[in-house]
């Protein structure tokens, strides 16, 4: 079965950083594109980034890039999100979701999520 | 960017009847849609991928339709479990972009 635990939220002011990580099990991990999908409160779901099963392809929402990067330690099945220069429009819950296969295949599984607050 | 424009914004159904939600891209898409499920307090769940193929062990009240610009999303008999909000998402290309979700409802 598959799982995808996300963790390292929490509270950071304006400016800061946060690395968000993603413990995935019960599948192949290097074999599937992993991405991040972030949900403001009350709002709707927003693509973040997304890498190949690799790690040598990744994409940016024009929200995030230059500010977060993306990247995933195979032998240890782990995704990770660094973020940096974080701004109050960031505070979400994020997502980590596996694809189906390729970055073109949409997400069949979802993590529980974990809250980004960003506030002074 | 390819926008997705997901309508009704919300429903109310009684039990029982047949919801169609639709979406729209504003540039054609082939087939590389997605719809997701969301209850509150929970992770989007994948309903449909590839527009019209149902994911395993979903319920087959579900189904998807459409190729191109337009697609649509069927509840052929609403049931209370049903109640959620809906999101089609494109992933053809990046950014991959959702709807802005559509909120059904039990009457």
């Known amino acids: 079965e598959v799982h995808l635990v996300e963790s390292g939220g929490g509270l950071v002011q304006p400016g800061g950083s946060l690395r968000l990580s993603c413990a995935a099990s019960?599948?192949?991990?290097?074999?599937?594109?992993m991405s991040w999908v972030r949900q403001t409160p009350g709002k709707g779901l927003e693509w973040v980034s997304v890498?190949?099963?690799?790690?040598?392809?990744?994409y940016y929402a024009d929200s995030v890039k230059g500010r977060f990067t993306i990247s995933r330690d195979n032998s240890k099945s782990t995704l990770s999100l660094q973020m940096n220069s974080l701004r109050a429009e960031d505070t979400a819950i994020y997502y980590c979701?596996?694809?189906?296969?390729?970055?073109?295949?949409?997400?069949?599984?979802w993590g529980q999520g974990i809250l980004v607050t960003v506030s002074s | 960017d390819i926008q997705m424009t997901q309508s009704p914004s919300s429903l109310s159904a009684s039990v029982g009847d047949r919801v169609t939600i639709t979406c729209r891209a504003s540039?054609?898409?082939?087939?590389?849609l997605a719809w997701y499920q969301q209850k509150p307090g929970k992770a989007p769940k994948l309903l449909i991928y590839?527009?019209?193929t149902l994911r395993s062990g979903v319920p087959s009240r579900f189904s998807g339709s459409g190729s191109g610009t337009d697609f649509t999303l069927t509840i052929s008999s609403l049931q209370p479990e049903d109640v959620a909000i809906y999101y089609c998402?494109?992933?053809?290309?990046?950014?991959?972009?959702f709807g802005q979700g559509t909120k059904v409802e039990i009457k």
């Open positions: 979701a596996k694809t189906r296969k390729t970055i073109y295949s949409g997400s069949d599984h």
């Open positions: 019960g599948f192949t991990f290097s074999s599937y594109a």
């Open positions: 890498i190949s099963g690799s790690g040598n392809t990744t």
């Open positions: 540039r054609g898409i082939n087939n590389y």
């Open positions: 590839a527009a019209s």
């Open positions: 998402q494109k992933y053809n290309s990046v950014p991959w972009t």
